[in-house]
């Protein structure tokens, strides 16, 4: 009979269940795995080609801008109102000291903007009436092939029909492949190589995953094959790519190995069988183990605890002295019971309300925007090379969330928070510059007191936040003073104001806390009740043009004690 009761009750074990559950589901999971496999694969694929697709659109997309560049200042060297007016000169000027002097700026400018691009494009002139080629320092070929290249450049440039085109044509001299852009401006040609290679260097990567490129017309048709074997029809193990480019004529046609690219099905599909059965025979062992050594002490737990539940406060487990989750459940439980039986309950659930206004004042103080605009301005001091006022921002912002993040106890040093303050002042100072200014003055020797923390800060953020770019020049003073066992803080500022509704509701301890808005004052409010009671106020005065917040807070410290209680010196 005590058999099938205990039996009934496995059966009807809330662990049972759960594990059969996850018995079940386990299984499904594992089953589906190879089907959901395959599926992810084929996402797999697909995002891999969008993205290798986006960092080859990315990537002619910057040689695009950069032979736009180039345009552009081949057309500024030829430009009319341009000051120096070599290339005139050179094409028309029948002085010859013009001439030959125009012919020593224009090389320079020319190598200026083959320097300016690192030296991988070749600017030239060529006026075939005056029999003048010029051209800046060429790289792209060695010396015994650059009379080759240049006569090439000559027969290119005369034999074109249309001219000043934006699009880069393909041109090839000896066994190079380049990109040729010529002008024809005053009678004279101006244009710049590139080399194919130096575009294709950042298509092509050394683990062998590209396997051709070439250049295509409008109808995806091979125009020039520029690496490898690019052509013909998309075959099942290449990934065939179409990169439109502005400046280039035609279209960039990239084949990708796709084994390369997407990496080993039949590996990945091994894996994943191999998975799945080893996935089969540990829910198998996990099943036999959870029965043994997990079912059978959770159900005597279970037990004692609805032992203890009505009223056998003298109930308690065996302790084994091992590390395993479940004699330490045992343990838990022991210590539990012991503590429960001495337990005060008011007493416990003041100090849960107490830690839960704690944690709430604390949490509201971080503001996600004040990380940003600490951020923004640091990049915009960085990008004015202000690195004194970086240095300045960084030690002050660390300091600043060091106390603020920092462990706290119910109470810090006054100083402390006089610190805080200045810190978050000196951080919005150096964002607003001129438009603010800050005086604090204390009572000596009131640095010593304890008070709550962040009530200063809170009130200062307030104006600011609030005030800030609505006067042209924002003034807020802090004067912190003592008298009747009394601390006396006021905080005064010359800004726009509280709305009269605001301020009444303020004044009335109703909740202003609506959206986020306030919510500073408010739990500074509930804080100041819950630790001083009616011993602490806070009083709020505000007009336009004057803000006045006086806290009245009772010492913790009596002026003696404050005289010889010293802290950090």
Known sequence: ?????????????????????????????????ELISFYYMSVYEKSTMENYRNS????????????DIINNSLLTVTSSSSSDSSYSNVCNSRDELVFQTAKKLLVNR?????????NEVLVFVYVPDREVFLKSTNHLVS?????????????????????????????????????????????????????????????????????????????????????????????????????????IDGQLKVEAQRQNLFGDKTTFTFLSLI??????????????????AVLGPLNKLRSVMEKFSRGNLDVRLEEKNTNSEIDVLNHTFNEMAEQIVDLKIDVYEAELAREKTESNYMRVQIQPHFYTNILNLI???????????????????????????????????????????????????????????????AEEGMERQMVLPMILQTFAENSVKHNIGLVPLLRIRIDISSGNDRIYITVRDNGAG????????????????????????????????????DTASVEINSRPGETLVKVVLPEILTQEERNEYHIGG
């Open 1 to 33: 009979m005590e058999e099938k009761t205990k039996l009934f009750g496995y059966k009807n074990s809330v662990t049972v269940k759960s594990l059969a559950l996850m018995i079940i589901l386990s299984t499904a999971i594992l089953l589906g795995m």
């Open 56 to 67: 080859l659109e990315m990537y002619c997309s910057y040689w695009d801008n950069k032979l």
């Open 110 to 118: 020319m190598s200026d903007i083959a320097w300016n691009h690192e």
């Open 143 to 247: 010396y015994d092939k650059r009379l080759e290249m240049d006569q090439d450049i000559k027969k290119y440039a005369s034999g074109i029909r249309s001219y000043n085109s934006t699009k880069w044509d393909y041109f090839k001299s000896g066994t190079e492949d380049f990109f040729i852009q010529v002008y024809r401006i005053d009678g004279g040609y101006i244009g710049a190589l590139v080399k194919c290679q130096t575009i294709l260097d950042g298509v092509v990567q050394d683990n062998g995953m590209v396997s051709g490129i070439g250049l295509t017309d409008d109808e995806g048709k091979i125009t020039y094959s520029l690496r490898g074997e690019a052509g013909g029809e998309e075959k099942k193990d290449t990934a065939v790519l179409l990169i439109p480019m502005t400046h």
């Open 275 to 292: 998975t799945v059965s080893l996935g089969l025979l540990l829910l198998a062992w996990n099943v036999r183990y959870q029965v043994k």
């Open 379 to 441: 990049y915009g001091l960085a990008q004015l090379k202000d690195f004194a006022s970086i240095q300045k921002l960084s030690m002050t912002t660390g300091a600043y969330f060091r106390y603020l993040l920092g462990e706290k106890g119910t109470f810090v040093l006054l100083r402390e928070e006089i610190q805080c303050v200045k810190n978050y002042i000196q951080i919005q100072q150096i964002r607003y510059k001129d438009e603010m200014e800050f005086e604090l003055n």
């Open 498 to 533: 509280f709305e009269p509704d605001m301020l009444e509701r303020i004044n009335k301890n109703e909740n202003i806390s609506n959206k986020g808005e306030h919510i500073g004052i408010t739990n500074v409010k509930e804080r100041l009740r819950i630790f001083y009671g």
